[in-house]
Each structure stands twice: as structure tokens, then as C-alpha cells.
T-cell receptor
């Protein structure tokens, strides 16, 4: 079975600080995907990034960057120069198979980020 | 194109009642998944339907059921509501039950 652990439950930073969100996962699948989602107070899950298990290249996209390390089963996410609008709950998720062979997402418990002006 | 839509937005029910939540996927998508998000937790997978057939079921009691219609919209039904069923119910659509899942705004259910 798949499992996602987000050890941090809540982080508070001041605007313009960099913040890294940690994610550790467990899976027996050889091929899988990892995701980060943002959930603002409105409740809708907003897709941020996706990475597949074959691609450990770390990238930067605007103020977002991620560090995928298969050897330690970690998929950390960094927001550079945080802004008040980044305040939200952030979820790390892992793909898994349903009994019928389709895909489902397994989420961590989430980490609440508060960016103060 | 419209995204995933869910109705109603909010709902208040009493213990023991039954509830039906509705979801319309993105046009062209044939798969719908349902997730339950209890306050302070991450979403948990409940069901997935593809082409009107159940493709997966999470660890939820038989009080939870779902179906998918010929137009690919879906209903989630919960019988004999418990206080613990209070949650945000999220629907996600994908083209063929794949990993690109697009989430709707959710239905917030409160059971009193």
C-alpha cells in the first residue's frame, strides 16, 4: 500500500522568506507519480507540480522548485520569496492503482503555510 | 470549457439521513473519482468510475455508494449519516481513469 508522510503540520513565515515543504513517501510500485497540490481556504485543490519516478531531475518553475530523491523516497517542495497569497494548505500526493487498474491519488495530511506581511 | 462542477456547494443533514452529491466531469472526460476530506486531513479515495463501471473502491463502509450515468456525470450516495461523515467531498475527473485528475470545488457536508 502507498503512504505519504508530511511531518510538518504548520509553518509560519514572513513575506519574502523561502520555505521548504517536506514529503516522504512509501510505495512498492516501480512506476509512480508524485504531486504537490495547494488548497486555499475556498477548498478547491489546485495542482502545482507533478513528477514521475523515472525523472529525478530537479527543476525550477517560477518561484517553485522541487527536490526529488528516490534513494530517500523524498519529494520536497520549495517556495522562493514567499508571498501572502501563498498562504494555504499544501498536500503531497502519490499515485496508486485501484483494484480495477485505474489510477488514484494517496495524499499526505497536509501542511498549513501562513505567510505574514 | 467548464471545469469539474459539483452540487450542492454546502449541505447540512441530520444523523441517520441520506445524502446525494453530484458531480459533472470536464467535457470529454469519462472517469470520475470521489474523495473525502475530513477537517485537518488529506483527501481519501472513496470511489472511481470509468465508463459507468466501478474501477476502484477505498476503505469505506457499504453506506457509501456511487454510480455514473451515460453522460459521465456521477452521484455519491451516503446512507445512515454519522457525525463522522462531515467532510468536504471532492470529485475529480480524468480522461480515462488516468493520473491527470482535475478536481472540482467540493461539496461541504455537515452532519448534525
Amino acid at each position: 500500500a502507498q503512504k505519504v508522510t508530511q511531518a510538518q503540520t504548520e509553518i509560519s513565515v514572513v513575506e519574502k522568506e523561502d520555505v521548504t515543504l517536506d514529503c516522504v513517501y512509501e510505495t512498492r510500485d516501480t512506476t509512480y507519480y508524485l504531486f504537490w497540490y495547494k488548497q486555499p481556504p475556498s477548498g478547491e485543490l489546485v495542482f502545482l507540480i507533478r513528477r514521475n519516478s523515472f525523472d529525478e531531475q530537479n527543476e525550477i518553475s517560477g518561484r517553485y522548485s522541487w527536490n526529488f530523491q528516490k534513494s530517500t523516497s523524498s519529494f520536497n517542495f520549495t517556495i522562493t520569496a514567499s508571498q501572502v497569497v501563498d498562504s494555504a494548505v499544501y498536500f503531497c500526493a502519490l499515485s496508486g492503482k485501484t483494484q480495477g487498474g485505474s489510477e488514484k491519488l494517496v495524499f499526505g495530511k497536509g501542511m498549513k503555510l501562513t505567510v505574514n506581511p | 470549457d467548464a471545469g469539474v462542477t459539483q452540487s450542492p456547494t454546502h449541505l447540512i443533514k441530520t444523523r441517520g439521513q441520506h445524502v446525494t452529491l453530484r458531480c459533472s466531469p470536464i467535457s470529454g472526460h469519462k472517469s470520475v473519482s470521489w474523495y473525502q476530506q475530513v477537517l485537518g486531513q488529506g483527501p481519501q479515495f472513496i470511489f472511481q468510475y470509468y465508463e459507468k463501471e466501478e474501477r476502484g473502491r477505498g476503505n469505506f463502509p457499504d453506506r457509501f455508494s456511487a454510480r455514473q450515468f451515460p453522460n459521465y456525470s456521477s452521484e455519491l450516495n451516503v446512507n445512515a449519516l454519522l457525525l463522522g461523515d462531515s467532510a468536504l467531498y471532492l470529485c475529480a475527473s480524468s480522461s480515462e481513469g488516468g493520473i491527470w485528475q482535475y478536481f472540482g470545488p467540493g461539496t461541504r457536508l455537515t452532519v448534525t
